[in-house]
């Protein structure tokens, strides 16, 4: 009876020990992850992996090995590393991500393996880009069953029906793309400014291309959309139309009906450039999102 009451003491304080310990490991990595330290954060959770158990920590372990080794090959990509190398590492980071998927699916796992089957689509070319488009969309779909307010998601989602050409060739559409990055922006709960969903939203105004005189009638028609459609992703596609057309965002007084598309892609590259000025200590990304905007503010103006 002691053995037993010895044993049962012995769990109480060595199991949560250990859980505590994958936790503690998993937090290590995220942290960095947010100091941009990809190579570090992708050895040392390759290393921890043999040590995991159970099925639902390897899947937390391998997303995050999916996410690391998107981001290692994007900075190998401004170095300058060949594309049938950039290739390769994009399939081993869908592979981490598939992983993941069969021990534990989660939010995480299938937007990870999405992004990057989509970048490995963007490296070889557009027609492999609109091979992987279906294969993409489908895995978002996963993303928000499990997470309808999964900010990238619908931040990815923009980007695809922007990119990609409309019916018959793909499902492309610039007024869906709109209303998806809004949706990424109102639903990001994050502290930091996301001027990738920015850029993205002004180069979608960009595309759209409505007149100022048109806006006020063109919304209210995505709010009557927008009522009617019972579905998330179908309502999604109306989502600016949710907002109304007197609607102000964060970065001008001005009111939707009051601006065109152009008028308000150049403001939000200009907000997004002051607010990169005020910043005291900006990320290599956002730096080199800046740079990117700052091309494009200087072709559109």
């Known amino acids: 009876m002691k053995r037993w009451i010895s044993i049962a003491v012995l769990c109480l304080f060595v199991m949560p020990a ?48 999916s996410r690391f080794k998107l981001f290692i090959t994007d ?13 390769k590492m994009f399939v081993e980071g869908r592979e981490f991500a598939e992983k993941a998927i069969e021990l534990k699916p989660s939010a995480d796992a ?11 689509g963007e490296t070889k070319g557009i027609l ?24 990238d998601a619908w931040y990815v989602f923009g980007r695809l029906h922007m990119l990609l050409p409309g019916w018959p060739l793909s499902f492309g559409n610039s007024i869906f793309a709109v209303s998806f990055t809004r949706r990424a922006i109102d639903v990001y709960d994050g502290d930091d400014l996301k001027f990738s969903y920015y850029k993205s939203l002004a180069e979608n ?56 598309d152009h008028e308000e892609s150049v403001i939000i590259l200009n907000w997004l450039i002051n607010e990169y000025d005020a910043m005291v200590s900006p990320s290599q ?7 990117e905007i700052e091309e494009l503010l200087a072709e559109w103006t």
């Not at 190998?76 to 590393?81: A, C, I, L």
């Open 18 to 65: 250990l859980f505590a310990g994958v936790s503690d490991d998993i937090a290590q990595a995220d942290a960095m992850y947010d100091d941009e330290q990809y190579i570090e954060g992708f050895e040392f959770l390759d290393n921890l992996l043999p040590s995991i158990d159970g099925d639902g920590d390897k899947a937390e372990v391998y997303w995050r090995l």
């Open 285 to 291: 990304g956002d730096t080199n999102t800046i740079e």
């Open 75 to 87: 900075d190998e990509e401004r170095e300058g590393t060949p594309n049938a190398e950039l290739l």
């Open 110 to 120: 299938y937007y990870w393996k999405s992004s990057n089957v989509g970048r490995w």
């Open 128 to 151: 492999d880009s609109l091979f992987k488009a279906d294969p993409m969309k489908k895995d978002l779909y996963k993303v928000i069953e499990y997470d309808k307010n999964y900010a």
């Open 205 to 260: 105004l960009r595309k759209r291309n409505w007149k100022a005189k048109d806006r006020k009638n063109k919304i209210k028609g995505e709010t009557k959309n927008f009522n009617k459609k019972t579905k998330e992703f179908e309502k999604m596609q109306y989502f600016e139309g949710s907002l109304g057309y007197d609607y102000s965002p964060v970065y001008t007084d001005k009111e939707l009906q009051d601006m065109s």
